[in-house]
């Protein structure tokens, strides 16, 4: 069976997701990233969708999932490098993906979720959300 | 072939050549800086052939059109590229009208009973008009074709996105923002996004003369777009008239960064940046 | 402009039956649109609405056949799509055009959201008997 790999770098979680994702893939991408976020106590998922030309409500869902599931378990999921077609697209299909953050590129998603960890620990007036964007 | 005209025409093919020349030489509108000579006859004498060729009893007749396929293609070609090179339309429609005199007036000469030749003209009569309004058809497609690669370029001139700062881009939009405007300024804005990795879009719209509910639309669109792709849009340049309209229509912004003039919406993108821009040598903090 | 019908110059058909086909059938649709010089948006525009269709065909009319035509019209070419299948149809069309319905587990922006993403979108459909969607995306569009 194909499989998606997953990657751990510190404290995050890194996927690349390179192929046009079929169904079954997806969901198991899905199931194997929540575990692995169980598994290693992940603080944060990165997926990185910028060689992906299609993101359609199937795809989104997943997405979705696994940023819902991620949270329950303490870690925030940042998407990040996607095409501009791909983000017009989402906009025009009216696809939110409530609780995903974004980022241009992966860079920037570790900036971000570092962000994101940091604050609770630091002091409240660093917290504002400005570099957090959600995109609802 | 039975027919009378087609027979002369056969016969006659290069003394109508001859004529036809000559008339389009006689035009004082001729364009003899556009096309030489020369480059005119191989024209006229390509169209003459594939007409003569492809007359038929029956098609002479009743107008068959797509009989005449060839012919149409070669007048097509020829009144698109004179369309392009800038031929009134009074030269484009000529050069299928004096064929036309020169076709009549063999028939004429050639044939005796009257009867007969009123009939046959009025036969070349109706193909040659069916060639003429093709000709003029072709001749505005190919300007047509020209106004329409000139408002591409239009399109494409009006939305110049500019990097203000390391990591700002502003796209001031000028003019009325429809759907098709508006996918454009998505896609260069993205685009110019993804080339600087900048992190904040600040659209203008000072030049917008009205926001509805369906520009607003567009606003919305471009600003989720935006977020989608890990970047913030703000919006500048809402006048009062616009934030007035806006709230009468019961529209919802309260999700997007407005600001009124793009120099605030150039100071949020400094704070959410963590940039600060001093006057040298004084120390004003507040 | 808009009296004229468009022309068919080419067609392709696939039969979807399977949550595997959907990919091929997608990449299938891409080749048409890449050979007729569609832009990067409009493609995956096009892709994207194809992916809806051709899933809701499978969770909803048990699968059927995906047909791709090249058409031309004027001075625009684009394809249109046709997914027909022999499933239970839809009793209440404007309901499910309507965003946020659904039936299925989805999200219910298959249909409407769909439609956002084309240039021209019809839908037939006959209880017992199964739906037609046509949808056409221009070059240009």
């Known amino acids: 069976m194909e499989k998606i790999p997953i990657l751990k770098m510190g404290q995050f979680l890194l996927v690349t997701i390179q192929v046009d994702l079929y169904d079954q893939l997806a969901e198991n991408l899905e199931a194997d990233l929540v575990n692995m976020v169980n598994k290693t106590n992940a603080r944060g998922v990165l997926i990185d969708v910028s060689s992906v030309s299609i993101i359609d409500s199937f795809m989104g869902r997943i997405l979705g999932n696994i940023a819902m599931m991620s949270k329950i378990m303490d870690a925030d999921t940042v998407v990040v490098g996607m095409q501009p077609a791909v983000a017009i697209t989402l906009v025009e299909l009216g696809l939110p993906l409530k609780g995903v953050y974004t980022a241009l590129n992966v860079e920037k998603g570790m900036e971000l979720l570092h962000s994101k960890i940091l604050p609770t620990e630091q002091n409240l007036e660093e917290d504002d959300d400005n570099d957090a964007r959600s995109s609802e | ?286 | 402009m808009t009296t004229m019908t468009p022309v068919v110059l080419n067609k392709d058909s696939m039969i979807i039956a399977r949550e595997q086909d959907v990919v091929p059938f997608r990449n299938r649709v891409k080749e048409h649109a890449v050979r007729i010089g569609m832009s990067l948006l409009n493609q995956t525009k096009l892709i994207t609405g194809a992916s809806e269709l051709v899933r809701n065909m499978l969770k909803y009319g048990k699968g059927g056949i995906g047909m791709i035509e090249i058409l031309s019209k004027g001075r625009d070419n684009g394809i249109r799509l046709i997914f027909a299948d022999n499933g239970p149809g839809i009793p209440d069309i404007q309901k499910a055009m309507t965003d946020g319905f659904t039936t299925g587990k989805s999200m219910g922006l298959g249909l409407p959201g769909t439609k956002r993403l084309m240039n021209e979108f019809d839908i037939k459909s006959e209880v017992g008997k199964g739906t037609t969607i046509t949808v056409i995306k221009w070059k240009n569009g």
Request: hydrophobic content about 40%; proline content about 2%.
């Open chain 2, 1 to 286: 072939m039975k027919n009378e005209a087609i027979k002369i025409f056969q016969k006659k093919k290069s003394n109508i050549l001859e004529k036809w020349m000559t008339l389009q030489l006689q035009d004082e509108g001729l364009r003899e800086d556009l096309i030489s000579n020369e480059d005119l006859r191989i024209q006229s004498e390509e169209l003459l052939s594939s007409f003569i060729s492809t007359l038929s009893d029956a098609n002479i007749e009743h107008v068959s059109i797509d009989d005449f396929e060839a012919v149409k293609d070669i007048l097509s070609s020829i009144s698109i590229s004179r369309a392009k090179q800038g031929y009134s339309p009074r030269e484009t429609g000529n050069f299928v009208l004096t064929l036309k005199e020169a076709l009549l007036n063999t028939l004429s000469e050639e044939m005796k009973d009257p009867e007969a030749l009123y009939k046959q003209s009025m036969f070349i009569n109706k193909i040659m008009d069916n060639f003429a309004i093709n000709t003029f058809e072709t001749f505005i497609k190919g300007r047509e074709d020209v106004i329409y690669r000139q408002t591409d370029e239009i399109t494409q001139i009006s939305t110049p996105v500019i990097r203000v700062w390391d990591g700002i881009l502003a796209l001031p939009i000028i003019g009325t923002l429809d759907s098709a405007r508006t996918q454009v300024v998505m896609e260069s804005l993205l685009q110019e996004i993804v080339e600087t990795g900048s992190n904040i879009a600040i659209l203008d719209i000072s030049g917008v003369p009205a926001v509805d509910s369906l520009v607003a639309q567009h606003l919305i669109k471009t600003v989720a777009a935006t977020r989608l792709m890990g970047a913030e849009c703000i919006i500048s340049g809402i006048r009062p008239e616009i934030a007035q309209t806006v709230v009468h229509l019961g529209i919802d912004l309260s999700q997007i960064i407005t600001k009124s003039t793009l120099a605030s919406a150039l100071k949020t993108a400094f704070t959410i940046l963590k940039l600060e821009v001093n006057k040298k040598q004084i120390v004003k903090h507040h």
